[in-house]
């Protein structure tokens, strides 16, 4: 006969009053985690203990209990009940449901309790929140019944909406939450699919690789075209936007790229109309124009309007009102909300006040026109007073210069149609035609002879005056730098700025660029309209001035830019020697390396030899296993203000980098924001976060129902 199976007897439970309770040594939790007792008490105040205490009954001396038990497991719980107490939120002897234990130890209980509970998958937290969502409560809500911020909940919800294909791969492991994180940021469902499919077939697999190819062909909120259309404007026109919840996006993604192009079409249109309706010849609209599009246009200059009587007195009450808040709040760290609004209110309205429109001749505005573009931030750019070459006005000719043109010379045309009386070597009767049909222009070669000598004296005369030739070099430079062209100097000296719209995208906007423009225009201020009057003009600057303007002319023909089809050794190394002589620093320029403007063009293998050079082989290690473009977000970071630049871009003689090797534990064994170090932590050490610091609770796998 067979034995019957021993049935186990479950212990006892039943309710024991809270002041019959006391916290047990036995207990092996000694380090706090997870959520903190004063949330664990709010949330048992908002849904009851959902879980029972595990006690053992205290014994006499004799073995006979006591009427006190104590809580081996559960301690947690119990303080939390506590702190209810203490709160008088709950009474002292409350019943509190028990599981009472005898057998084995207290130690195990408590062991037991922990090391057996699972974790609550990812997955069903996000699942969770979604199903009460779609049960009524706000995001709000469910931020407040599990203690966590309302960004928490957007993106738990956020990860709940992926695929349901996808979200059975990632609950399956065929996918980390890095990368279902990355595959939120894209709402379809088909292009996520889509997406997973190509990411499976290729072997790069990175979280950032998959934001790449969901967000392929939308335009970022942060796209100057995005800035000056306005995202509201966009959204009211029916175009939507896409988030990523799980790091900074500058604003989102725009979906639909034609729509936005049309919308920028026709504001910079309206605009182009409030310019034409100034009176200008032609105005021309694009959202960019290649840095030196203005090369060769002449530029008129205009006066500011003064300020009305009004407009001073308001300009001089509001800088009164905005001393009188300065001094009234100077005692205070921070600023009310209001003052610090309306001093910004101040300061916006003196600046209008301050930018004082400009008035142009209407001759010039008749004959000028205007450039009108959007600029790197997404502002209106607008370039006024510019005269084509065939536009400008025709130039009178002096006296005798059409028969200059012609062959004769001043001196020849001078004279009248008679006999030159007391002429010399001649005789009447030989020269009586001479007489009769006037005296003839010198002949062409004999004036090539005269003037060849004459260039020859001149040429002299001028090695011997050094002032002269130099005002004489800038005069030529000037001409071809400062007006059209017109073969006004005898100095043959020819000079060419290069347009750099096709070698470098965005140059205009840079600060270099603007700092030459700005430069070029404060020089063409000073310098008359007409160029018949450019050589009196410079006679008048002093030596200082100009050197000054000497030195911009020379500087505006450099030309050291690499072209393969058109290959120049010597001029690039005499560009090396001339970077060399005045100190440049490209660093201190403002260039820095990036993933758009080299990390994430070039091989893996440079990558890794500019952070070598700064950072020495320590940081090389730690991302020399990532894919090139995580190695190239990562390296920007690392080569970030360290003032590390590429070969074509260095100094011959100044030292590769501001930042020393030898610093290099410093930077790269510095402990995480989570308290580990860098070195210990391999390859998550090396990736850059890809969702804020407060998302962290979605790693993990601590159950969302605050624990008991």
Known sequence: MAKSVRKIVLSQSRDIPFNRLVLSQSNVRRIKAGVSIEELAQDIARRTLLQSLTVRPVLDEGGAETGVFEVPAGGRRYRALELLVKQKRLARNAPVPCVIRTDGLAEEDSLAENVQRAPLHPLDQFRAFRDMSEKGMSEDEIAAAFFVSV??????????????????????????????MAFAVNPDHERQQQVWQAVQRSHNKEPYYIRRLLTEGAVRASDKRA???GIEAYEAAGGDIIRDLFQQDDGGWLQEPMLLDRLVAEKLEREAGNIRSEGWKWVEVAVDFPYGHIYGLRRISGESVVMTDEEEAAAVALRAEYERLEQEHSDVDVLPEGIDQRLGEIETALAELDE????YDPDEVARAGAFVSIDASGALRVKRGYVRPEDEPAVPQAEGEADAERGATPAATSASGNATEGQTGTSANTEAPDEEEGIKPIPDRLMTELTAYRTLALRNALAGDPDVAFLAALHALCLKLFYRYTPESCVDIDAKSVVFGSQAPGLGDATIAKAVDERHQRWSEQLPRESAELWDTLATFDRDSRDALFAHCIALSVNAVYEPWNRRPRALGHADRLAEAVGLDIAAAGWTPTVDNYLGRVTKARILQAVREVKGETAVQLIEHLKKGEMAERAQELLAGTGWLPEPLRTPGQA???????????????SDSNGEDTKATGREAARPAEHPAEDDAILTDEPLVAAE
């Open 356 to 359: 004082r429109p400009v008035q």
């Open 656 to 670: 590769i980098s501001t930042t020393s090797v030898e610093v290099e534990s410093d930077h790269v064994s510095r």
């Open 151 to 180: 960004q928490v909940v957007k993106q738990r919800l956020r990860l709940a909406a992926v695929s349901p294909a996808l979200l059975d791969v990632y609950a399956e492991d065929g996918m980390s939450l890095d990368q279902l």
């Open 227 to 229: 800035q000056f259309v």
